[in-house]
């Protein structure tokens, strides 16, 4: 108990001043009672204490001993532990820290904007899954939401074992799939929850990194302006003004609403790279589960090369290697549309699939099939776990399982039709889902105006496609706009990826800011 009143004592001084005087040994809240630790590698621990203060790390039959540098920081790296425990952590310089209840076993990071932060308790089924989450294997940490561009080195949190209360307010997309590893590996996983509801992709960003990129030149100079000319109190007495004149109108319509501070929100760059990534960058973890893109895709084009900087950064920021990186597409919303159209969201799903091809050990989780048109926040959370599972399961535990869904891979012309052929089918080949036709499919000739376009699969991997209005077709789209009516698939259960086979412009091409 002692540990932990220090722990939380120097947790808090740390987020009011980077400049501290050092008294005892102290770690970041990733570290802690219940903690889970990273089997098969060597896992970083790392603290403060008085400059010059020798620090004594062991765990197991591990002894690590350091001195901490003239800023006060020290850092050991223990060597790998094979899954199990439970162990004690002791660290020992001036004063000792004990974290008891320690497992080794699978760790993951969950992350991304509000689709990753939603709750157990707000998905389906969530009041019986939270029910049954009784596994003192499977831990759970949440890094609250922070904006800041200081860098900071410790958050408010805590380890805790998986109970109907803890889960029930946990990320329903991290839960579900930290428990498809937990079931089929046997061994203790843990989950870090650090999603921010509205986030955009460069807020996960250094603030440096961007800045010395050229493409994002524009992005940086409008938060530049902003940055200049922002004045949050200002803000406020004008709410407050218009609230009143509400209240003194008889309360009738809307309540005005509350000023939002963009300095300390989500969108800002570098604000959660700082805020809320920052404290947990180095913790040993085997991946990155995420699922973003909504705060991004009326950027979508710009987000090709955002995206996987993004990643990379991490990855560089951590020092672990390639680790896996496993993301969720874009679901299906807002209105359906009578005619094939251009739309923001079908080109941000393009930029997520070109990732796969730009970055090692990455994968993507096609839910085209498992939105919501009046809702951005589907509530069937479940499907989007079960595929991000299935790429951990067999690209990292070597299961013989399918996990990614079909994608385009060529397109030959034939007379008055265009036959696509398809990668990654797994068993089977392909399907039309609910109906025998097949939904979904566009189609272009010279005059570059899209028809939709019959469709019929010809053998395992291809399907033929068509109109009678396009006698010399010369591009294809499938599942091309924010809410498609789409039903191809692989006989394995995973939906065809959307794709368009033409490299038109896009509506979003020089949109770098808004």
């Known amino acids: ?182 079931q089929a590996l046997g061994v203790p996983v843990g989950l870090i929850d650090n999603a921010w509801g509205g986030s955009a992709a460069e807020a996960w960003v250094k603030r440096d990194v961007l800045e010395s990129n050229r493409r994002y030149r524009g992005l940086i100079e409008h938060w530049e ?24 109108d008889g309360s009738k319509g809307n309540r005005p609403r509350a000023p939002r501070n963009p300095l300390v929100g989500q969108h800002r760059p570098g604000n959660l790279y700082a805020g809320v990534l920052k404290p947990t960058i180095g913790y040993g973890i085997k991946g990155a589960i995420w699922y973003q893109g909504e705060a991004n895709a009326s950027r979508a084009h710009q987000y090709r090369e955002l995206f996987p900087l993004m990643i990379q950064h991490w990855r560089d920021e951590w020092d672990q290697g390639d680790f896996p990186f496993y993301f969720v597409q874009l679901a299906d919303f807002r209105a359906e549309v009578d005619k ?36 951005i926040h589907p509530r069937d959370k479940h499907t989007v776990a079960n595929r991000l599972a299935r790429w951990a399961l067999a690209r990292d535990y070597g299961f013989d399982i399918d996990y990614q869904s079909p994608r385009f891979k060529s397109m030959q012309v034939k007379g008055s039709k265009a036959v696509i052929d398809f990668n990654h089918l797994g068993d089977g080949g392909l399907r039309a889902f609910d109906t025998a036709e097949i939904k979904g499919f566009a189609i272009a000739g010279e005059d570059r105006k899209f028809v939709w376009a019959s469709a019929k699969v010809i053998d395992e991997n291809t399907v033929e496609v068509w109109s009678d209005s396009v006698s010399k077709p010369i591009a294809v789209r499938y599942a091309w706009a924010n809410n498609p009516v789409c039903n191809l698939y692989g006989r394995n259960g995973l939906p065809v990826t959307p794709f368009r086979t033409d490299n038109w412009p896009m509506i979003t091409e020089g949109v770098d800011h808004r």
């Not at 902003?226 to 509400?246: C, G, P, Q, S, V």
């Open 340 to 375: 094939p159209v251009d739309e923001d969201w079908a080109e941000l799903r393009e930029a997520q699939t070109m990732t796969l091809d730009r970055l090692p050990n990455t994968g993507q989780a096609v839910i085209i099939d498992a939105g919501e048109d009046r809702d």
């Open 225 to 248: 302006e902003t940055e200049r000319t922002y004045d949050h109190d200002a803000e406020i007495a004008k709410y407050e003004t218009r609230l009143a004149k509400w209240k003194g």
């Open 1 to 182: 108990m002692n540990a932990l009143i220090t722990h939380l004592l120097f947790a808090s001084a740390i987020l009011i001043s980077p400049i501290i005087a050092h008294a005892d040994v102290a770690t970041p809240s990733v570290f802690g009672d219940h903690m889970v630790l990273q089997r098969d590698q060597a896992n970083p621990v790392w603290g403060w204490a008085d400059p010059g203060e020798q620090v004594t790390v062991s765990i197991g039959d591990q002894q690590h001993k350091t001195k901490a540098n003239r800023q006060g920081d020290w850092r050991v790296t223990l060597k790998p532990l094979p899954a199990g425990g439970p162990h004690r952590l002791t660290i020992k310089g001036k004063n000792t820290l004990e974290y008891d209840d320690v497992l080794v076993g699978e760790v993951w990071i969950c992350s991304g904007q509000s689709n990753m932060q939603w709750s157990v308790s707000q998905s389906y089924d969530g009041d019986l899954v939270a029910l049954t989450a009784k596994d003192s294997q499977l831990r759970l940490i949440t890094v609250p939401q922070v904006g800041t561009q200081e860098p900071q080195r410790d958050f408010d949190g805590e380890w805790s074992h998986a109970s109907p209360d803890i889960v029930s307010n946990f990320s329903a997309v991290g839960y579900r799939f930290g428990l498809q590893l937990r």
